[in-house]
């Protein structure tokens, strides 16, 4: 299907539905589909549960007051448009809405885990609320680009624990300033799980190169010029993406 | 030089300098200097004039109520940290601040020149206050990424006009949503001017994909999903300086 083809609107929706269910619908998206895009009943509309699956529903009732509507479901596809190689974006909380930016649209180039990492120069923290705001950027971002698969919004971790991880990854790689190689010699492409290792603003600690080098973490260039992290984090998932021809 | 060892501290000065000269600052930047990175007489700074030199200077002066300050040059050297591929990014102008993301972005990576296109399908206008706080947005994305030449924000064009300079590149490429075609597969890599072309929010015309292909641009895909505009940008940037070993 070509992509200027695909509905520019779909709605999500958490759970898992079955043709000929009906649904309600009370929160935000509710909001969206009565009030911004103001349809009526008798309009289709799309749906996704965010784990691969498109629905159509037509609206069966809409109670403006409430703002709620019914949606009954007429049809169930498993649609996903995400990459086949796996990433894990591992990467430092940054400052200002500079991790919103960052996850926007690693979400849109269709990343799988999303992991906020405490490395040793990183500043900004992820409160509570910070990670509730993130959830929503994600599902936001899934829509606007159409896709099926919701990424996970991962608790933060400290480097420490990431690393104990590596093991269940096929790739483990890491954008790193003083690195002079390219991307593509260091990819060995024989798996598809790929956990990409984004550094805080100050730059990655000495030691933090050297025990995930002795872990099993290739490092790799982006370029000769220094790029602000959000930045280093699409420029690497868009390289990635391309060395596996997703792109 | 290893880029952790570049300094990240870089004032802009649109202006040649030779050594020994003495030059006074008197605007935004003085108030960084002074106050927001309290430097003092006899501190040494670096500043760059964007068109491919760093210069290393000694504050000589302070005038605190007026803001200002006077600098001699010590030393004078053509550091390009651009790429060597020359890049015009021809976008459509877009909704909110996603013009300025994109740009500041595209600066990051080391375009040569901004061309704001108006399409069909473009929304977002240009004013001259806009133009203003562009390159203002480039020169901030300069500093941030210690490049040394300042790319040129041009006025915006209308895309029938575009089009008539598309002989002075050496490849004219454009990212369709609806194109399958990998980037390396269009790529002659014969000359290393570029131009980039990167549509609105809407979508290309069908028309204007007819007559950009007519004149010899090259239609490639950014992959399956659908991308924001300003992420398709910094997405395409980034394919084409790994295409060209910048990356």
Redesign the interface.
């Known amino acids: 299907m070509?992509?200027?083809f695909?509905s520019w609107e779909i709605y999500y929706y958490p759970y898992k539905l079955e043709t000929g269910e009906m649904i309600t619908i009370d929160n935000e998206e509710a909001h969206h589909i009565i009030r911004v895009m103001r349809h009526k009943v008798g309009d289709k509309i799309k749906l996704t549960d965010g784990r691969g699956f498109e629905y159509e529903g037509i609206i069966k009732k809409i109670f403006y007051k409430e703002k709620k509507l019914t949606i009954e479901i007429l049809k169930k596809e498993f649609l996903p448009?995400?990459?086949n190689v796996e990433i894990t974006l591992a990467s430092s909380p940054l400052k200002g809405e500079n991790t919103e930016?960052m996850l926007s649209?690693a979400v849109?180039?269709?990343i799988r885990i999303f992991q906020p990492v405490y490395f040793k120069n990183t500043v900004a923290k992820i409160s509570e609320n910070k990670l509730k705001r993130l959830v929503k950027v994600a599902v936001s971002s899934l829509k606007?680009?159409?896709?099926t698969i919701l990424p996970q919004v991962a608790k933060p971790l400290f480097f420490q624990d990431l690393i104990k991880g590596f093991s269940s990854y096929d790739e483990v790689l890491l954008a790193y300033?003083?690195s002079e190689t390219?991307?593509s010699t260091v990819l060995n492409k024989k798996g598809n799980k790929i956990l990409l290792i984004i550094g805080p603003e100050g730059?990655f600690a000495e030691e933090e190169i050297k025990i995930a080098t002795q872990k099993g973490a290739k490092l790799f260039?982006?370029?000769?010029?220094?790029?602000?992290s959000e930045?280093a984090a699409?420029?690497a998932l868009?390289?990635i993406?391309?060395e596996f021809?997703?792109?």
């Open positions: 070509k992509k200027s695909i448009r995400e990459p930016i649209k849109e180039l269709g606007t680009c159409a896709g300033e003083d390219k991307l730059g260039s982006l370029g000769k010029r220094r790029l602000r930045t699409i420029v868009s390289l993406l391309y021809n997703n792109i």
